[in-house]
């Protein structure tokens, strides 16, 4: 069985700021590693995924992740932020096999002016 | 455009009512879907794997009896929420790999709102 941990639930930062948002998972076997955003009340929105090969995956919206196997994380950044990126984030993962799918607890991003 | 699609996107009933939501692989098929349901301000939560031609596959805590899942063919799954409630009020999304397995794509979500 896999699990996501999302280490914080909120993250505030000024506009044109870095962010990280954290994620960690675990898991006894393959995985691939997703991270999508939820717009208010709106339908998930893929940002980025790892299936495999290089282990910084860029994404739409400026965001990247990198996949780390040794810390088993898969945190994104984005190296400068717009108050248009104010959402909720979840990391997520799923088996190699069928794509079921854990969440996260989801990181709200709240972006400053 | 979608590939996976759901309909309604929201949709009002009354206590004790039925509902049925639909989710729709547009340009593939799908022979396994997944359902979730989110909270207000929570996670998605993994309710069940809907699997063509057999039974749907629930996870721990997921009534059956109350959430009726139907994999009628290879493009479609519905969801029923039978006698449904307030509690049931709820945003619900479906998924589907591609039949390549390699990526999986998610609905719009659907709305319920009991009253």
């Known amino acids: 069985a896999q699990s996501v941990t999302q280490l914080d639930s909120q993250v505030p930062v000024f506009e044109e700021a870095p962010v990280e948002l954290r994620c960690n998972y675990s898991?006894?076997?393959?995985?691939?590693l997703f991270w999508y955003v939820q717009y208010p009340n709106q339908g998930l929105q893929l940002l980025l995924k790892y299936l495999s090969g290089s282990t910084l995956v860029k994404g739409i919206n400026g965001f990247e992740a990198e996949f780390n196997k040794s810390q088993t994380s898969f945190h994104l950044r984005k190296p400068s932020v717009h108050i248009s990126d104010t959402a909720e984030y979840f990391c997520?993962?799923?088996?190699?096999?069928?794509?079921?799918?854990?969440f996260g607890a989801g990181t709200r991003l709240f972006v400053k002016a | 455009g979608a590939v996976v699609s759901q309909h309604p996107s929201r949709v009002i009933c009354k206590s004790g009512t039925s509902v049925k939501i639909e989710c729709r692989s547009l340009d593939f098929q799908a022979t396994t879907m997944f359902w979730y349901r989110q909270f207000p301000k929570k996670s998605l939560m993994l309710m069940a794997t809907s699997n063509e031609g057999s039974k749907a596959t629930y996870e721990q805590g997921v009534e059956k009896d109350k959430f009726l899942i139907n994999h009628a063919s290879l493009t479609l799954s519905t969801l029923t929420v039978t006698s449904a409630h307030p509690e049931d009020s709820s945003f619900y999304i479906c998924?589907?790999?591609?039949?390549?397995?390699?990526?999986?794509?998610f609905g719009e979500g659907s709305w319920l709102t009991v009253v």
């Open positions: 998924s589907a790999p591609d039949s390549g397995g390699n990526t999986i794509y």
């Open positions: 997520a993962v799923s088996d190699t096999g069928g794509f079921k799918t854990i």
């Open positions: 898991s006894s076997v393959s995985v691939y």
